[in-house]
């Protein structure tokens, strides 16, 4: 008689179960790599912005404790606080951002694709904070006097932006509190960035970082970004 050799395939079941294992495995692994690389693109955009204030606070103290202007009188002449003013008081690491120019790596936010950085950066100063060409004497005195007494823990000086409707050739590097009543997220000019994760992270003007979720940032926004909230 002779001996049947058993069956050493796979059933058609025991096929599509294994194949939905793998699937269900590389779902995992692959969520797991994104919010990996979510993180470690948090962390460098922390550190830039850590970076910043450091080069600000420095900038500060060699000019008798006046903070650098987001802007000259006429906006596109310099200094631009991100491009003109900041760079000598940081590593010279440049990269290529869209409009064929490049800047230093550290106003390039990771969290962003290449497409839409910022030809004058990704972060944006307070203009409560960094403001334009004083325009009258003694501004700049009288702005220090206030920032003495303001909460300095609790005031953004710059933070992750995004242009609501200009072309980000003409930059997002700096925003007017004025203009975000109402509108916060959704308002057509510079406005803070969530990054799609949750949170608007931002340097302080007593130079710690931050990541202030986004209800509390709407919310508070006042508190947040105005010298005399």
């Given at each position: 008689?002779k001996?049947?050799?058993?069956?050493?395939g796979?059933?058609?079941?025991?096929?599509?179960?294994?194949?939905?294992v793998?699937?269900?495995?590389?779902?995992?692994v692959?969520?797991t790599l994104?919010?990996?690389?979510?993180?470690?693109?948090?962390?460098?955009?922390?550190?830039?912005l850590?970076?910043?204030?450091?080069?600000?606070m420095?900038?500060?103290?060699?000019?008798?404790?006046v903070?650098?202007?987001?802007?000259s009188?006429?906006?596109?002449?310099?200094?631009?606080?991100?491009?003109?003013?900041?760079?000598?008081?940081?590593?010279?690491?440049?990269?290529?951002?869209?409009?064929d120019?490049?800047?230093?790596?550290?106003?390039?936010?990771?969290?962003?694709?290449?497409?839409?950085?910022?030809?004058?950066?990704?972060y944006?100063?307070?203009a409560?904070?960094?403001?334009?060409?004083?325009?009258?004497?003694?501004?700049?005195?009288l702005?220090?006097?206030?920032?003495?007494q303001?909460?300095?823990s609790?005031?953004?000086?710059?933070?992750?932006a995004?242009?609501?409707?200009?072309?980000?050739?003409?930059?997002?590097?700096?925003?007017?509190?004025i203009?975000?009543?109402?509108?916060?997220?959704d308002?057509p000019?510079?406005?803070?960035?969530t990054?799609?994760?949750?949170?608007?992270?931002?340097?302080?003007?007593?130079g710690?970082?931050?990541?202030?979720?986004?209800?509390?940032?709407?919310e508070?926004y006042?508190?947040?970004?105005?010298?005399?909230?």
């Open positions: 008689m001996r049947l050799r058993p069956d050493l796979f059933s058609l079941v025991e096929l599509l179960c294994a194949i939905a793998i699937a269900i495995l590389m779902m995992v692959v969520s994104s919010r990996v690389k979510v993180h470690s693109q948090r962390s460098q955009s922390v550190a830039n850590k970076s910043i204030g450091q080069a600000i420095l900038y500060s103290a060699d000019h008798q404790g903070l650098p202007l987001m802007c009188a006429d906006r596109w002449g310099s200094p631009i606080w991100s491009t003109n003013v900041l760079p000598e008081y940081l590593d010279n690491n440049m990269t290529e951002v869209p409009g120019r490049t800047i230093n790596s550290v106003f390039v936010d990771p969290l962003l694709e290449f497409e839409k950085h910022g030809s004058l950066g990704d944006a100063a307070n409560e904070v960094l403001r334009g060409f004083p325009s009258y004497p003694g501004e700049d005195g702005r220090l006097s206030k920032l003495a303001a909460d300095t609790r005031l953004m000086m710059v933070m992750a995004e242009n609501g409707g200009s072309d980000l050739l003409h930059g997002m590097w700096y925003i007017l509190p203009y975000l009543r109402g509108s916060l997220f308002n000019r510079a406005r803070p960035s990054r799609d994760i949750g949170v608007v992270l931002g340097v302080f003007v007593d710690h970082v931050a990541a202030v979720p986004e209800a509390e940032f709407a508070n006042r508190d947040y970004l105005f010298l005399e909230p």
